[in-house]
């Protein structure tokens, strides 16, 4: 259920068109709450239905012209009081680990190199998350939006941390495991 409120938040940041949003999810909220085109589509049909978004009046219509939306009362509310709930964590389902676990009864053929792989990925989201905290977040930007926008990147800071670490850490267990024929035993 929180694609709706992730539109929402994005909407009450900026009131923009469905296109204009894709484009935000791809660069911000997407690194947290991914969504394709469709699905935002989708989302922004239901909003408006329900009474939670609307289409503005453009100013001259044009054929043609983008829809943008803006979150009414009803949309503020649903998302005051789906924020001010209570939410458990939810578990990590990761493939990888569990691939992990499967390489300890069926060998590790491939595994090192997509580590590997994943290392390289983890490690270019970091720096990306570090370079957008130095244009985005400068000391002295502390407003209360500039510092809760800012926690949850770092969020994504400390988690891409956490598997540059973790990953690194698996590498060199791997470089002293035994030669792996890819048998079981």
Avoid: C, N
């Amino acid at each position: 259920m929180s694609l709706p409120h992730a539109i929402l938040t994005a909407l009450l940041e900026k009131p923009s068109s469905g296109l204009e949003l894709t484009r935000r999810f791809d660069k911000s909220i997407g690194y947290f709450w991914s969504a394709t085109h469709q699905q935002i589509y989708r989302e922004l049909g239901k909003l408006e239905a329900d009474g939670s978004i609307r289409a503005l009046t453009p100013q001259q219509p044009a054929r043609g012209q983008k829809k943008r939306y803006e979150v009414l009362p009803a949309g503020r509310a649903e998302l005051a009081r789906w924020t001010a709930e209570s939410q458990d964590p939810k578990p990590l389902r990761d493939p990888l680990l569990l691939r992990l676990r499967a390489a300890a009864v069926v060998g590790t053929a491939g595994i090192e190199a997509d580590l590997r792989r994943h290392l390289d990925l983890h490690q270019r989201q970091l720096a990306e998350y570090e370079e957008i905290q130095g244009r985005d977040f400068p000391p002295g930007k502390d407003a209360p939006t500039d510092r809760l926008q800012h926690l949850v990147l770092r969020a994504g800071i400390d988690l891409e941390t956490f598997w540059t670490g973790w990953l690194t850490h698996a590498l060199a267990e791997f470089g002293r495991l035994p030669a792996d024929d890819d048998s079981t035993s």
